[in-house]
């Protein structure tokens, strides 16, 4: 018994190190420039109609646009903060401007949504 709640114990330990590590936010090179991206290495992009911590990207923009969910117990830093969408579901932000991927970028590197939108999107910059 003290095994397998041992084994148990590591394992949930793992997970939670992993879903911690998947939040953070990560720096990367890309064709224009340094950008934020996702644990996937996905560029992130902010939304200039977002304002006042508040996501203006729902419904179809979110299918295009897909948020940087946050967990339930995410722990927020200076700069990263939580917001809540309108569907109740939390994202990350950064500076008080919330994040998210783009439908169109298939591969880590990817930057096909900056400018998008007569210059609406933009890369998300350290």
């Known amino acids: 018994m003290t095994k397998s709640f041992a084994a ?20 990367a090179d890309t064709a224009k420039g340094k950008t934020f991206v996702d644990a996937k290495g ?9 304002a006042g911590g508040k996501s203006m990207c729902n419904g179809p923009c979110a299918e295009n646009w897909p948020p940087l969910f946050a967990v339930d ?7 990263m903060t939580i917001v809540v969408r309108d569907d ?8 008080g401007k919330p994040l ?3 439908k169109k970028d298939t591969a880590a590197g990817d ?12 890369m998300a910059k350290p």
């Open 73 to 79: 117990d995410a722990k927020p830093s200076a700069d």
């Open 100 to 102: 998210y991927t783009f």
């Open 8 to 27: 148990l114990a590591a394992l949930t330990l793992m997970l939670a190190s992993s879903a911690a590590s998947a939040q953070m936010l990560k720096t």
């Open 111 to 122: 930057t096909n949504g900056d400018g998008f939108l007569n210059g609406a999107w933009h």
């Open 42 to 50: 996905m560029t992130l992009y902010t939304f200039d109609k977002d």
């Open 88 to 95: 109740g579901k939390k994202m990350w932000a950064y500076k």
